[in-house]
């Protein structure tokens, strides 16, 4: 056997080895997207990536990349190279054991084949498939104009779906505010197993819950996010007032502040539409790529940022894995092939692929530039050998 093959399998050992170290206790971790690009204290934030905030220190880091959404969306249109998602419009994270065990999203407009009143998740070979039709919503709340676009979305512990909508929705089966009529700002509820829907509030409850927590009095207008936190709380976003059009609020106590939006560090005007609260257990080394298609002698350029002097790998492929196969903790687990033999090169390349944090969590690895010539698409994902955690995949181009 080759030293290369010995170093890439005894990595690849040690990689499944850590990954199934137990999680420590630790809070929960706020992940949001916004409904335009911003700036954030790390950089750009697109309307298709999502942060996460830590309330404890005050951080706000990266958690989903744009190439991360290239990597799930796929080929859209057919021209043999990733697609990037669109404006990532609800949110929801499963989560066990310090791993996250399942992703959901709705976008705010057409997809590829997912409409905005798709909800669609992440398969175990990264890839989106549907989870819930935009027609078995409209079906579901007896809505009569035809279409829906999901604004919010959570998934209760009972197995009940949360939604909040876009638009005020005529419905035959539900009343909020108006008779007959779901409100924007209102929270409905169905459960899939009993096909039976529900308010969980209603826009005027959620103007009462916002106006007492800012202390002032307020209409709140579209209810952007919806989460449930560790304790069963309703916890949400609202479009108005604009100064707090990036706020969490709870509905606890009458109505409280969670985190105000200066707290988040985000420039410019900033608004919350995707919402998901995770423990702290299931950090991961967050990875962007710059640029994420890369012309021919272009030197790419891969940032991690996470926890502080932990050593990481990036291992590569040209094909993709099974997650459901190779779990652990972090982003669900092995989103790449192992027999891949770019993947076996990427683990035995100390020099190109390896690296640490500094003290401030943050890490940076240059690629050396592709020769003209090469056009292909490569995976990415990153591992965390001191946390024993898997990042998130990306979706890389060669333009050739």
């Known amino acids: 056997m080759s030293d290369r093959n010995f170093v890439g399998r005894s990595a690849l050992a040690l ?19 916004l409904s335009a690009g911003g700036t954030a204290p790390f950089g750009a934030l697109a309307d298709t990536e999502v942060a996460r905030f830590d309330p404890l220190s005050g951080r706000c880091l990266p958690w989903l990349s744009s190439a991360s959404g290239a990597f799930f969306a796929g080929d859209l249109d057919g021209d043999g190279d990733s697609d990037e998602w669109k404006d990532v419009d609800a949110l929801h994270v499963e989560q ?35 989870a819930w039709t935009e027609a078995e919503l409209i079906a579901a709340f007896g809505f009569i104009d035809g279409q829906v676009d999901v604004d919010a979305f959570h998934v209760a512990p009972d197995g009940r779906l949360l939604l909040s909508f876009a638009e005020d929705e005529a419905s035959t089966l539900l009343s909020t505010d108006a008779t007959g009529v779901v409100t924007d700002g209102s929270v409905v509820t169905w459960d899939p197993l009993l096909a039976l829907p529900g308010v969980e509030t209603t826009e005027g409850a959620i103007d009462a819950l916002v106006s007492n927590a800012l202390g002032k009095s307020v209409k709140t207008g579209d209810t952007l996010s919806v989460a449930l936190d560790a304790g069963g709380a309703l916890c949400f976003t609202v479009q108005s007032p ?40 299931t950090e991961f080394l967050a990875t962007r790529v710059t640029p994420r298609s890369i012309p021919a002698n272009v030197s790419a350029t891969v940032t991690l940022d996470g926890a502080p002097n932990h050593a990481f790998v990036v291992t590569l492929s ?27 090169a990427s683990l035995a390349d100390f020099t190109f692929t390896w690296g640490a944090t500094d003290g401030a969590g943050s890490a940076t690895l240059q690629f050396d530039p592709a020769p003209p010539g090469i056009a292909l698409t490569v995976f990415a994902q990153a591992y965390d050998f001191d946390g024993a955690t898997f990042g998130a995949p990306l979706a890389l181009e060669l333009e050739g």
């Open 15 to 33: 990689l499944a080895s850590s990954a199934l170290a137990l999680p420590a206790s630790a809070q929960e971790q706020i992940l949001f997207s």
């Open 96 to 130: 066990a054991g310090g791993r996250i065990t399942a992703l959901y999203v709705s976008f705010n407009a057409t997809t590829g084949p997912w409409l905005d009143g798709d909800v669609v998740r992440i398969g175990s070979d990264g890839l989106l498939e549907i």
């Open 242 to 281: 604009t100064s707090d059009d990036a706020t969490l609020f709870r509905a606890a106590n009458g109505g409280e502040v969670v985190v105000s939006e200066p707290a988040f560090q985000l420039t410019g005007s900033p608004e919350i539409d995707a919402l998901a609260l995770v423990d702290a257990a």
């Open 318 to 344: 040209l094909t993709r894995g099974d997650a459901a196969s190779f779990t652990g903790r972090g982003f669900a687990g092995l989103f790449l092939d192992p027999t891949d033999l770019l993947f076996a």
